[in-house]
């Protein structure tokens, strides 16, 4: 059994319209753009509603978009197992507050995910059961993957040891 775009589309604004911002669909695929408070509700809606069963976070992301009003982006891609079917939900996040409610009550597995957004993009997750750094070492500063960051103006680190490992490989530095 597989579902259409149309149905999720109208199912969702019928339950929660003022969750909704908009829509697009490109090359078949449904991006639905959501209300950052009301992340939680369109997840809980799409995961138990019988008919959609979006049961699956298969990931979720930052994205930097410098100059736009709301800079960040946090994408949530959902699968249906049972409908053979994908959605994106987008949520914009403002700069001065990049925060978004967490969605690991829903989905335990969002636990990482949202460690390695807040890690790389400074996005907050709100109820987060241990918002630390997963990637980057505790004393890095700052968050690497904001396009305001220089690109290759940071040393490389761990590199304290490289006279010893070049010392036993030489063929390494050619």
């Given at each position: 059994m597989?579902?259409?775009n ?8 019928t339950?929660?319209?003022?969750a909704?911002?908009g829509?697009a669909?490109?090359?078949g ?20 509603d ?8 298969e ?10 009003q ?8 959902l ?32 636990n990482y995910?949202e460690?390695?957004?807040f ?5 907050v997750?709100i ?9 980057m070492?505790d004393d890095w500063?700052g968050?690497?993957l ?7 103006a ?5 590199t304290f040891?490289?006279e010893r490992?070049y010392a036993?490989?030489?063929f390494?530095?050619?």
């Amino acid at each position: 059994m597989t579902i259409e775009n149309n149905t999720v589309l109208t199912r969702l604004r019928t339950a929660l319209p003022d969750a909704i911002t908009g829509s697009a669909e490109f090359r078949g695929d449904l991006s639905v753009f959501v209300r950052p408070a009301r992340i939680v509700d369109v997840a809980r809606f799409l995961r138990d509603d019988s008919a959609l069963r979006y049961n699956f976070l298969e990931n979720l992301c930052g994205v930097d978009y410098p100059g736009r009003q709301l800079r960040f982006e946090v994408v949530y891609h959902l699968l249906s197992f049972t409908n053979r079917h994908r959605i994106c939900l987008k949520v914009g996040v403002a700069e001065h507050d990049p925060s978004v409610p967490s969605l690991t009550g829903l989905w335990p597995g969002a636990n990482y995910h949202e460690r390695e957004t807040f890690d790389m993009f400074g996005i907050v997750f709100i109820g987060h059961p241990c918002l630390d750094r997963i990637l980057m070492p505790d004393d890095w500063e700052g968050y690497p993957l904001r396009k305001d960051v220089p690109l290759g103006a940071e040393e490389v680190a761990f590199t304290f040891n490289q006279e010893r490992i070049y010392a036993h490989k030489p063929f390494a530095r050619e």
